[in-house]
């Protein structure tokens, strides 16, 4: 696209408002959308500042750069960032000097009896118990205190103002890879606990710079992602000015995937994006960033493709591998229930921010069809329990009609052994991925999480996932909680599967690692199904170790019992996950800014749709909306 073009493009995005200032507090329309190579901000505090003078933020910016006295400001945010990390380091060793007791073995084992011998604490004789429950409460203290030092050493700024949060702050790690960038999955936690927190702007600044890296101009051997994508993580460089030896300028520099391991494209950066979007304006009240001309673009071009029409016969997203939290070769490409759940909340949230107006009226009828399809789709077809199993196992093949009642012809010698032992009486989940021919049973917990988040799983299907939880609690929680999936791919499936990927070996990293970032997933999920206890144990369960193990991404072994061989340290969304999960059960009624509630209007287009679907109906002898509850 010509430059002239682009620009035309953008002023009919806008409605013709003039391009001010790079700064998004300011600038309410799509500035880098098409053309921009690169966003950037100066450091030099020079003309490009007092041209701003109508600009306050960009004022402040001047002055303070001008205080910094000619340092840069990354410079400056590195000597603020190491006096953080000092006093975090101080904090850490009061907090194991404190804590004798601390020496977390010490601590009382979950739903275990505890010892009541009494001892003497201030001059009261108490009861073991009584003391251990105050020494956990300290632990308890201590560990969120660092978890919030952590998080702040964590995060990144841009032109001075605090953007989002580095994957790893690991000071011992040799090879950084990108985990100093800004992912866009994982400042999701830091974003949420910052807005539990009451601190917004960090999720506002992180918004709307982010919608400017949106479709940004980059490629991959001559081809460019599609419009509308958003990256999987983006760095900010601090560069010297072209021809000013004396100052710099903050460049965001994205990566799409084109420069990522494998090569993956991230589907699920754009939906948890609207996500965190409805988060902010439901948490902070403040609803002008939805409302903004850019910011409405931004979600309409997400949404737009997300429903471009393909060769699919299924309402669900078409996906390759590692599109997801997942984000290399694991066998989960097609229609991967994790981004099932991510893009229905999406839509669901979207639908709930689209400013009403006639241009917007066939996407919204769009959302609403998708919404409807891919939720009876999922309900349907990716719920498995031992009454679903059974009829699997007992299933027809290669029946040739609009009857079938195998439509995806699944062989039944499909069934795995591991899952009749691992399908409890009570319980079950949604699989987690559908072909032709193919049903993927390995348990993932994200997208089953999700599910019950978004109300994509209806509310009996919601608790059967909570009953699963609790009654494989061994398999799932283990010693640190979650297990990304269950059970591992080994022997010739992982080589096939994974192509012998070293760092996917059998529980370990995404092939049945276990990953401390979900509890907050959990919590969320828990809470509204009104079963905060669960993830209260899952919580003090992680509490015991997870700060001496000193915050790791993941862990390995069935039973959680090593830190991950290749795991980072001082993991960033393990720190905010734990925080979310700890906030969000002190005042559950927060969660809300997360949760979709079941929509009764979707229902009954549902329920509408199906009865008057001919093709449907014959598909379904019998059918009794399984799926109301
Ligand atoms: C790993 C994870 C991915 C995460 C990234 C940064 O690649 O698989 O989900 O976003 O690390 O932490």
């Not at 632990?139 to 919030?148: K, L, Q, R």
């Not at 999987?232 to 300028?249: I, Y």
């Not at 049973?441 to 609790?470: C, K, M």
Request: charged residues 25%; aromatic residues 10%.
């Amino acid at each position: 696209m010509t430059m002239a073009a682009s620009e035309a493009v953008l002023r009919a995005l806008s409605g013709g408002l003039p391009h001010t200032c790079s700064d998004p507090y300011i600038n309410n329309w799509k500035s880098v959308l098409f053309f921009k190579s690169r966003v950037n901000c100066r450091n030099n505090g020079g003309s490009l500042y007092q041209k701003s003078k109508n600009c306050s933020r960009m004022l402040w910016k001047y002055t303070w750069i001008n205080a910094c006295q000619g340092e840069d400001v990354a410079c400056y945010v590195e000597t603020q960032r190491a006096k953080r990390l000092e006093s975090m380091r101080f904090k850490c060793q009061r907090a194991d000097s404190v804590s004798g007791v601390t020496a977390n073995e010490n601590l009382p084992p979950i739903s275990r009896p505890v010892n009541t011998v009494g001892v003497t604490v201030n001059g009261n004789v108490a009861s073991a118990a009584t003391v251990r429950e105050k020494s956990h409460k300290a632990h308890e203290g201590s560990v969120e205190e660092e978890a919030w030092d952590l998080l702040r050493a964590s995060v990144v700024y841009y032109c001075g103002n605090p953007i989002g949060t580095i994957a790893a702050n690991d000071p011992s790690d040799t090879s950084i890879l990108n985990y100093d960038q800004v992912f866009i999955r994982d400042f999701i936690p830091s974003g949420i606990a910052f807005l539990l927190k009451g601190e917004y702007d960090i999720v506002r600044n992180f918004i709307l710079y982010t919608l400017q890296l949106q479709s940004w101009e980059k490629t991959m051997d001559c081809h460019s992602p599609g419009q509308g994508l958003m990256p999987a993580n983006f760095k900010v460089r601090t560069v010297p000015l072209d021809g000013d030896d004396s100052a710099t300028e903050d460049i965001l520099d994205p990566d799409f995937g084109e420069a990522a391991i494998g090569r993956v494209a991230p589907v699920d950066s754009g939906l948890w994006w609207i996500i965190l979007l409805r988060a902010y304006g439901k948490c902070s009240g403040d609803l002008s960033v939805q409302e903004r001309v850019d910011v409405q673009t931004g979600i309409k071009m997400i949404l737009k493709l997300c429903l471009a029409d393909g060769f699919d016969m299924f309402p669900t997203l078409l996906v390759t591998d590692g599109s997801c939290m997942i984000d290399r070769r694991m066998g989960i490409h097609g229609h991967p229930l994790e981004i099932q759940a991510l893009f229905y909340s999406a839509l669901l949230c979207a639908r709930e921010m689209l400013a009403p107006e006639d241009g917007s009226a066939d996407l919204i009828r769009a959302l609403n069809n998708r919404l409807v399809a891919l939720s009876f789709h999922i309900r349907e077809y990716y719920w498995i329990d031992m009454k679903k199993i059974n009829e699997i196992y007992r299933y027809k093949t290669e029946e040739y009609s609009y009857d079938a009642v195998n439509k995806f012809n699944i062989y039944p010698d499909q069934i795995p052994s591991w899952l009749v032992d691992f399908m409890p009486n009570r319980g079950g989940y949604l699989i987690g991925n559908l072909q032709p021919a193919h049903m993927d049973f390995r348990f993932f917990s994200l997208g089953n999480l999700w599910s019950i988040i978004s109300s994509l799983a209806t509310v009996d299907q919601s608790h059967a996932i909570l009953d699963l939880i609790e009654a494989k609690w061994a398999d799932l929680v283990t010693e640190m909680p979650f297990k990304i999936c269950y059970p591992s791919l080994e022997g010739q499936e992982w080589r096939i599967i994974t192509g012998s990927d070293p760092k996917n070996t059998p529980w370990s990293y995404h092939n049945g690692g276990s990953w401390p970032t979900l509890l907050w997933q959990l919590t969320v999920a828990c809470i509204k199904m009104n079963r905060p206890k669960i993830a209260e144990r899952a919580v003090k369960l992680a509490e015991r170790r997870i700060s001496r193990d000193k915050w790791p991404e993941y862990y390995d072994t069935k039973k959680a019992r090593f830190i991950g061989k290749q795991a980072r340290l001082f993991q960033t969304w393990s720190i905010a996950g734990y925080l979310v999960a700890k906030l969000l059960l002190d005042n559950p009624s927060a969660a809300r800014i997360l949760v979709n509630e079941e929509d009764s209007e979707l229902l009954n287009t549902l329920c509408d749709m199906i009865n008057a679907n001919p093709r449907r109906k014959r598909g379904r002898v019998g059918f009794k909306q399984p799926f109301i509850v």
